[in-house]
């Protein structure tokens, strides 16, 4: 493959560097091979809605654009970066890597090789595969967003099969932070024009991501995640529990609290200093974060979600409480 560039009532819920660093991740020890899969540990959650208010509805749903926090939690839920650590819903602790099975860097942290998962799908029917990396790649490389977020990155090629190398002008020990982030998820190339990335703007919304939802409504009060069924995800035993994810906005911060201690929502974001500090006199609420980028606010019947700080994956989130109309 050629280099790119040069080298009230609640509704009811179910339980729901030669030398090279390499970055190996924890539960796999590097090899695909080696991982346990299920054809019946994704169905292991038995379903049910979870509701997470926001305080605006998401503008912005391709990965590279989305820079609120609204913007990039639910393009976050149908794009998966290169880099991540997954457990699955249920409280298993056994840690899998996503996109990318193992990224090594040089002595001098200016070429990253990632070695690939096989086997996975965008939700187009697209293969993920290097071409796919490189079509991504090229679009960081050539367009300004990509640039701002991947500033050094001047080159990148595919020497094998499920092998991509990432060329940098000048050392970045922190590179795969970069493509762990929300606004590195990758997209199916037939979804980009033009398709190999060069410059490229993503032309569609629908059916873009390898992640374990899909979008199934973007309206302006909100928008709507739906379980992908062909997750590579859930023959491993990552998830979903869930079958969908509403994102209502709601746009005072006192009313978001309201609504989750009426027990209307499950979730409430963006919660100011004052309602953080009456959140958390609520026994049955759980708080996290705080200060500028406000507080996240959950029914401790939701399990998952351990801080607001990152933008979450849900696919490991379910729900302990059954409750009825």
């Known amino acids: 493959m050629r280099s790119r560039g040069a080298p009230p009532a609640r509704r009811a819920q179910t339980v729901v560097v030669l030398g090279w660093l390499a970055l190996a991740w924890p539960g796999c020890g590097g090899e695909e091979a080696s991982e346990d899969v299920s054809e019946s540990a994704g169905h292991a959650g038995t379903g049910g809605l979870l509701t997470w208010a926001v305080a605006e509805s998401p503008g912005e749903l391709d990965p590279l654009l989305a820079r609120s926090r609204v913007d990039q939690l639910v393009t976050r839920q149908i794009h998966e970066p290169l880099i991540e650590s997954l457990d699955g819903p249920f409280g298993d602790v056994r840690r899998r890597p996503g996109l990318a099975l193992s990224v090594h860097g040089s002595a001098d942290a200016t070429i990253w090789r990632l070695r ?73 190339p037939r979804a980009l024009s033009p398709r190999d990335g060069e410059g490229a703007e993503l032309v569609r919304d629908e059916r873009t991501g390898t992640g374990p939802f899909e979008l199934r409504e ?108």
């Open 116 to 188: 690939l998962r096989s086997g996975v799908r965008f939700q187009d029917g697209t293969r993920f595969n290097a071409g796919a990396v490189m079509a991504n790649g090229e679009r960081w490389r050539t367009t300004r967003q990509g640039r701002a977020l991947m500033p050094d990155l001047f080159a990148l090629d595919a020497p094998r099969p499920g092998l991509v190398r990432f060329f940098l002008e000048a050392p970045d020990p922190g590179f795969p932070e970069r493509l762990a982030s929300p606004r590195a998820g990758i997209v199916s």
């Open 218 to 325: 973007h309206d302006p009060p909100g928008a709507l995640v739906a379980r992908n069924l062909e997750w590579w995800g859930s023959a491993r035993g990552l998830g979903p529990a869930l079958d969908q994810v509403e994102f209502p906005v709601v746009a005072g911060a006192s009313d978001r609290l309201d609504r989750l201690a009426a027990g209307e929502l499950e979730v409430a974001d963006q919660l100011g200093a004052a309602e953080a500090v009456e959140a958390r006199r609520d026994p049955l609420l759980e708080v996290f974060g705080g200060g500028a980028a406000g507080a996240l606010a959950i029914e401790r019947s939701v399990r998952g979600i351990t801080s607001a700080v990152a933008v979450p994956s849900l696919s490991e989130v379910w729900v302990t409480r059954v409750a009825a109309d």
